[in-house]
């Protein structure tokens, strides 16, 4: 975990995303409070958090299990004179102690699949006050007839990957009305992500050349992004916006 943590930290996003996304699904979110409370579970170093702050002027607790990430996110947050509206919680999303319908909002992109689709929407539903909103980028399988090598990577990392139906099923049945939904652009994937942790992986290599067990985390890393390149047409994540049912 040591050396998948260098390999992350400084990286201008944990996983795939970008304001623009980030922004259309916020517009879905039509009549908020003033100032609404929202939750970014999984929030990492917090591009969409900052992001969320100037789209909402609300307070956010951004929620991450790794501090790095959490300080990076306040660093960030300082510079853009946002800090007093977002509160860093050291926790992990498998114990969150919050009241049943706290929030206005609840936000995670590319996290929530860490407790599990199904069972993130459960919570979500739980902790959202009546009417609430929640965003949620998941991993999916854009087509049928997934290429062996795309299941070989997925299904060890994500055995949940599903496709786009069966997930808006699952959303359907937790009891959300889903407002919209849009697959991530691939620049999304590598503006804030893929590109600049390929630079990071040349670096690290390099630091690391005899140390085995760091070269197969960067190994494996440049694999995902290999296979990225080759099969992006046939996985990718999704931005759910939904509200919760009355
Ligand atoms: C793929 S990254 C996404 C980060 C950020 N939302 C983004 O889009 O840039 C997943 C994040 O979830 C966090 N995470 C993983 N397991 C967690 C847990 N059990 N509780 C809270 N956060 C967790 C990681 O530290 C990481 O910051």
Request: aromatic share 14%.
């Amino acid at each position: 975990m040591e050396y998948f943590y260098e390999l992350y930290t400084g990286l201008p996003r944990g996983g795939p995303g970008d304001n623009m996304s980030t922004r259309k699904a916020f517009s879905y979110m039509v009549d908020l409070p003033v100032k609404p409370l929202i939750l970014d579970i999984g929030c990492g170093p917090g591009m969409q958090t900052i992001e969320l702050a100037k789209l909402s002027r609300g307070s956010i607790i951004a929620l991450d299990n790794y501090q790095p990430f959490l300080d990076e996110l306040m660093n960030n947050a300082k510079r853009e004179g946002f800090q007093k509206n977002i509160i860093p919680k050291l926790q992990s999303m498998h114990e969150m102690d919050f009241e049943e319908e706290t929030f206005d909002v609840i936000w995670s992109e590319g996290a929530l699949y860490f407790l599990g689709f199904k069972k993130g929407l459960d919570e979500c539903h739980r902790l959202l006050k009546t009417d609430g909103y929640l965003a949620v980028t998941e991993g999916v399988y854009l087509k049928p007839n997934i290429p062996q090598a795309v299941v070989d990577f997925w299904e060890p990392e994500y055995p949940d990957i599903k496709d786009i139906k069966s997930n808006i099923e699952l959303i359907e049945a937790a009891d959300f009305e889903l407002l919209s939904h849009f697959t991530l652009p691939e620049s999304s994937w590598l503006d804030s992500f893929y590109d600049p942790m390929e630079k990071r992986i040349k670096l690290l290599k390099e630091k690391y050349k005899d140390n085995k067990t760091a070269l197969k985390v960067f190994e494996t890393a440049g694999h995902e992004i290999d296979v990225f390149k080759k099969y992006s047409d046939y996985f990718g994540y999704e931005f759910f916006v939904m509200k919760k049912n009355k």
